[in-house]
């Protein structure tokens, strides 16, 4: 790989270009658990509706990742969308489809584990 396209490769990584699903600022954590745990909040499986069905988690809508754009009228006047899928790419990949199509307020809440835990965590409480 020549010096130009490893510089221009890092200045992608270190100008946000590149986001890793498993890291997330402590403030947006705090956020999305809040929002997973706010009744008002618009939760969308983004998974198969076979994985979906094999696990839900309550209150959520399942909105496979391929269908979002057929079904964007679904997010119109909601406030504060948090998506998920099983490891977060899905997550990730809609939530950037949302904001492409003018949805305001998406949250990748990355992972169904991570957003069952914070459920869970907030039970707890």
């Known amino acids: 790989m020549s010096k130009q ?3 221009i490769v890092l200045a992608i990584l270190l100008s946000g270009g590149m986001v890793s699903c498993s890291v997330t600022p402590k403030t947006e954590s705090q956020k999305i658990s809040s929002l997973v745990n706010d009744n008002r909040t618009f939760l969308v499986d983004v998974r198969t509706p076979e994985e979906y069905n094999a696990e839900k988690i309550e ?3 399942n909105i496979p ?3 979002i754009e057929n079904r964007l009228s679904e997010f ?9 899928c099983r490891t ?5 990949k809609a939530k950037d489809l949302l904001q492409k199509n ?3 307020d998406v ?3 990355t992972s169904y584990q991570n957003v069952l ?3 869970k965590n907030k039970t707890k409480n």
């Open 5 to 7: 396209i490893v510089g």
């Open 59 to 61: 209150g959520a809508v």
């Open 65 to 67: 990742l391929d269908q």
């Open 76 to 84: 119109q006047d909601k406030k504060n969308i948090v998506v998920y």
């Open 88 to 92: 977060g790419i899905r997550a990730g």
């Open 102 to 104: 003018n949805v305001p």
């Open 107 to 109: 949250y990748s809440g």
């Open 117 to 119: 835990e914070l459920k």
